[in-house]
């Protein structure tokens, strides 16, 4: 795809979503878009490399919480995997000061390609686990916002990523489909952390079928001490 296809898929699909991108930053995802497909024959970074879905479904459906991010925000992208939702939404709003942080250092050796490449400032990428990372005092309850696509039920996700965010802050999952039930089975969890559930908003991605699910959560009080708890305990068992 060249680059004005991209652009003009680009702008159309932001549109539907009610954001407006101009054609510099647009350059910048094109980039991204070519070093992920680049990369990906090496690593296996995703299993979404069509153009068009990658615009779809990795850049819009990462930029679909943009309206709720206020500018200067320190943000923190936990298992970020090849970036997402973190960079883009840094392409998006250059103001944001924001942590990539995965557990496996090729795909950080990838962001920091992506960000030498697109001349991104105020980007930290991490090599580490959410449950180390999370008691660390310059990473604990430092961040704004924190946000996650990783795949893991919300009582997990919500212990490794609640405790970096302050209070008055929000971490906010990236769900699929109806997460009625998780929602309810991971209440008393996201209480215990420190946290309470907000508004939840689901929509469609453009011109597909597929449903997400954003899941705001709150930090009303600090996180106990004892949390996250030690590697792997949290994905083995979920508080209850």
Not at 100 to 115: A, G, H, M, Q, Y
Request: charged content about 30%; aromatic content about 10%.
């Amino acid at each position: 795809m060249n680059f004005d296809e991209f652009f003009k898929l680009f702008d159309e699909y932001a549109k539907s979503m009610n954001m407006t991108i101009d054609e510099d930053k647009i350059k910048k995802f094109y980039l991204y878009m070519q070093l992920l497909i680049e990369w990906n024959e090496k690593i296996n970074l995703t299993a979404i490399t069509e153009p068009k879905e990658v615009i779809i479904k990795h850049f819009i459906d990462s930029l679909s919480i943009w309206g709720e991010i206020k500018d200067n925000s320190k943000i923190i992208d936990v298992g970020t995997g090849a970036g997402f939702p973190g960079i883009p939404l840094k392409i998006y709003n250059d103001t944001l000061n924001v942590t990539l942080l995965d557990s496996l250092n090729k795909r950080i050796n990838f962001l920091n390609e992506v960000v030498e490449t697109l001349g991104l400032e105020n980007v930290e990428t991490c090599h580490g686990r959410a449950e180390d990372f999370g008691h660390r005092k310059e990473y604990r309850e430092q961040y704004d916002l924190c946000t996650s696509r990783a795949v893991a039920n919300l009582s997990t996700l919500s212990e490794y990523c609640v405790p970096f965010v302050k209070i008055g802050g929000q971490f906010v999952s990236y769900k699929s489909g109806n997460v009625d039930n998780e929602l309810r089975e991971s209440e008393k969890a996201i209480r215990i952390l420190g946290g309470e559930i907000g508004k939840v908003c689901s929509f469609v991605l453009p011109e597909t079928d597929f449903a997400r699910t954003l899941v705001p959560i709150k930090k009303i009080k600090s996180t106990g001490k004892k949390y996250p708890r030690k590697a792997g305990t949290p994905s083995k068992e979920p508080l209850q």
